[in-house]
């Protein structure tokens, strides 16, 4: 059996290979010995699914798993989103969610995220405990620990409605239901389908919502992953250009992350998405707590909190590490580079609350995506952002960890060494402002690089002279 590792938000396997069912019942009666040994086990624990092959089976076999130990347990009757299922965790107080999801990773994966009673990650020693407790020894020693007490109570639920409901207290929805809006969704085949239109509620109402990939399809035509970036979302950017909608809105499969598309058909950077959100609570919100952003993010985020004198505080990547800010008040926003944000009321990533605020942005300043843009950029000026990620041989991991640490600042670009952060990866800061990060995926056999700059040619040199560095034969 493979070491089963929950990397920075949570576990994933190849279906069949490592995610199988031997396995999944073994992490299962891990978490069924972590709930009853360090959580209160008073008020359950919550299982959602996604849309892959596989999910709800696993979601199922879980919860049998759960209700043997004694755990009683909510078990979602449709795929839902992650951001869903958290919300529900925290309006019932359960001890623990277990969603099934590989995120955005393509269809042969599948995977497991757990989420504490705060709705956010666990930490690192919690999850140390369920992977300590992961082999065939200790599922027999579980199970005849706690097999043999009452059986838990199983109860059915369909979080949808109540998250809905929350979100429509909470946010401008009236403001964009008597709007002229039109909007295009991509739910690539994911858990999001109709929940935009349901929400806005568009019967009776001008606006006008329209949505592709929205049907449950496990091997995700036409997409390479279900990820909202540049290169899956070109049928996206097209019906746009065709068909003059206001913007176009995408959705990973769980829709904890959001991918938008202007007017124009433009594909938006990342770093973008969170500039929108970033001056959507600065200068509609008259929001002024810090914003949180990990160090993969653009420095033109500090560049606008800046310009409003607010503080920015930088984490290594990992939701977790960026949650705990938003969960003690101590920001107003946080985000990521893959398009994950979360905010003072949503305190892990939520895609379908981040593109409530960008639409209700574009209604209140009466502009384009591309005009709030424009104006935008006038403060943080331009800037260029790099990305590489490369595959490797798992069995080269510790290598690569090793020879991250014979790169030297000069070999990639000869600037002027401003600082040099190794909390996450590797990231060299110069003088230019021109930065670049590498680091090793926590949850695939993937080198993930980054860069920034001034001017592309110098984004892209970084990552060529990196790529030199480093041996990944």
């Known amino acids: 059996m493979k070491h089963i590792k929950f990397g920075t938000d949570g576990w ?180 999001t389908a109709d929940y935009i239109e349901d929400l806005i509620d568009v019967k009776g109402s001008p606006v006008v919502i329209d949505s592709i990939n929205n049907y449950v399809n496990p091997s995700f035509p036409g997409i390479k992953k279900p990820e909202p970036i540049k290169e899956n979302l070109s049928k996206l950017s097209q019906r746009i250009k065709n068909e003059n909608y206001t913007l176009g809105l995408a959705f990973d499969l769980d829709g904890d992350r959001v991918g938008i598309v202007d007017e124009n058909g433009e594909i938006l950077e990342t770093y973008q998405i969170f500039l929108l959100l970033l001056y959507y609570l600065l200068e509609h919100q008259n929001e002024r707590l810090p914003v949180v952003k990990s160090i993969s993010v653009s420095n033109t985020i500090s560049s606008l909190a800046a310009h409003y004198k607010v503080p920015v505080v930088e984490t290594p990547i990992g939701f977790k590490y960026l949650s705990k800010y938003l969960l003690n008040a101590e920001a107003m926003i946080a985000g990521e580079e893959s398009s994950g944000f979360g905010f003072l009321d949503y305190n892990d990533r939520d895609g379908i609350v981040s593109s409530i605020y960008i639409i209700h942005l574009i209604i209140e300043s009466g502009l384009s995506i591309s005009q709030i843009l424009e104006s935008i950029n006038k403060i943080t000026g331009p800037t260029y952002i790099g990305r590489k990620d490369l595959e490797f041989n798992s069995r080269n991991r510790s290598d690569l960890i090793n020879a991250l640490k014979n790169v030297k600042a000069n070999d990639i670009y000869d600037f002027g060494l401003s600082y040099v952060d190794e909390r996450d990866g590797l990231k060299f800061s110069y003088n230019d402002g021109s930065w670049i990060l590498i680091r090793i995926s926590g949850t695939e056999n993937l080198i993930r690089i980054y860069s920034e700059s001034i001017n592309q040619e110098t984004a892209d040199i970084m990552i060529a002279n990196l790529i030199k560095c480093i041996d990944l034969s």
Request: hydrophobic share 35%.
């Open 12 to 191: 994933r396997g190849i279906i069949a290979d490592d995610f199988k069912y031997e396995n999944i019942d073994l992490i299962a009666w891990s978490i069924a010995a972590f709930v009853k040994e360090k959580l209160s086990n008073e008020r359950g624990v919550i299982i959602g699914y996604d849309t892959r092959f596989n999910s709800k089976e696993t979601a199922q076999r879980i919860s049998r798993i759960l209700l043997d130990s004694g755990i009683d347990t909510y078990l979602a009757i449709e795929p839902t989103p992650t951001p869903v299922l958290t919300s529900e965790v925290i309006s019932r107080g359960c001890d623990l969610g277990i969603i099934i999801t590989a995120s955005h990773n393509d269809f042969k994966w599948n995977g497991i995220k757990l989420r504490n009673s705060n709705g956010t990650a666990l930490l690192q020693d919690e999850l140390d405990f369920i992977e300590s407790n992961i082999s065939i020894t200790k599922s027999k020693e579980i199970s005849e620990k706690y097999a043999r007490n009452i059986k838990g109570l199983l109860t059915e639920i369909s979080p949808k409605e109540g998250y809905l409901e929350d979100l429509r207290d909470k946010l401008p929805i009236s403001d964009i239901s008597k709007s002229s809006i039109r909007i295009l969704v991509d739910n690539m085949f994911g858990t």
